[in-house]
């Protein structure tokens, strides 16, 4: 009897593709696990989580080339920033605002990511305006006659912000080799998506002239492939794609938010049941990629890349008072 052709395979990936993709999806979980503990210690003064978006974030960018894509991040985005090559150890000494913290130098708030060397564009703090921001450089893109394309993140709350419609509009214009990627995670802090959200996010795609889809946001194999699409199709010059990655957020806001006055417990345990990782640790299993061996074995790996990570961000030195103002202003 003919095998069935396992999903995977019919998106052209291998066992070291997904096991690359689980990796890089459990190491921002447990990133954000430790940075929760840290948050209650009183070592980090705020947590901003990606817990539950983790298969959104690695699906898009399992699609991009780092270093030559560029991508505009949110706040969450942790497991896009350390897929495309951003390290523990960078989230932590970021998290803790040392001098070795690779996006700021300890200037910034936790969450706003930053690389030049990996096209990671730090974030401004407003919500939505990297929408504009990362249309400039997919104009450049095209401009250039190159085939770089363009990530931009955001919530659905972002897509209130007339920030974005100005970026679909212009973006649907000019045919700009951009992606947004919406990760509707169902709340805007405490606004739940019906009162945030008229109609459908995915659907307003073709109101701008370009495609718009709706996916399963916590199924990292069905993600990559309607991004897989989008970025071929970017590519070959054909425009942008808008994504809408319908996920969950399992904890609160952030640190300084009481998810409680908002949502009940039951809604976060229903959602919990359809957590990313162990949904595609059963599909890993059912194709025989990754045992409970296999599974302990790199959990304990990626544990003890954490611990390091966070022991050497606790220990780091602070910025010197006297550099308060390098990298700040330009020095003429």
């Given amino acids: 009897m003919e095998r069935t052709q396992a999903r995977h395979e019919a998106l052209d990936l291998d066992e070291s593709d997904l096991l690359r993709m689980y990796r890089a999806m459990l190491l921002a979980r447990r990133v954000d696990e430790r940075s929760w503990i840290l948050n209650r210690q009183g070592k980090a003064a705020f947590v901003i989580s990606c817990q539950g ?18 991508v505009y991040p949110y706040y969450r985005d942790a497991a896009i920033t350390l897929f495309l090559g951003q390290s523990a150890r960078d989230q932590f000494l970021s998290l803790l605002g040392k001098k070795e913290d690779p996006n700021s130098g300890g200037r910034q708030m936790p969450g706003h990511f930053s690389s030049r060397k990996l096209n990671i564009v730090t974030a401004s703090a407003p919500v939505g305006v990297q929408y504009p921001q990362a249309v400039g450089s997919a104009l450049a893109f095209k401009m250039r006659g190159e085939d770089g394309v363009v990530l931009v993140s955001g919530g659905e709350g972002s897509t209130s912000q007339g920030d974005w419609h100005e970026a679909m509009n212009f973006a649907g214009l000019h045919d700009l080799p951009v992606i947004f990627l919406v990760q509707n995670n169902a709340y805007a802090i405490s606004i739940p998506e019906k009162l945030e959200v008229a109609g459908s996010i995915a659907s307003r795609a073709a109101g701008y002239g370009f495609p718009g889809h709706a996916v399963d946001g916590n199924d990292v194999l069905a993600v990559y492939e309607t991004a897989k699409e989008a970025f071929e199709r ?28 908002y949502r009940e417990r039951e809604e976060i345990e229903e959602w919990r049941q359809k957590d990313p990782i162990l949904r595609f640790e059963k599909y890993l299993a059912e194709v025989e990629v990754l045992d409970e061996e296999k599974r302990e074995e790199i959990d304990a790996e990626i544990k003890a890349e954490v611990a390091e990570a966070s022991d050497y961000a606790e220990s780091a030195p602070y910025a010197d008072p006297e550099e308060v103002l390098e990298r700040v202003y330009a020095e003429v």
Avoid: F, K, W
């Fill in 234 to 261: 970017a590519r070959r010059g054909e425009g942008p794609t808008l994504i809408e990655a319908r996920t969950y957020r399992l904890t609160a806001h952030s640190s300084d938010d009481d998810d409680r006055r």
């Fill in 53 to 70: 978006q983790e298969a959104a974030q690695v699906g898009a960018a399992y699609n991009m080339r780092p270093g030559y894509d560029y």
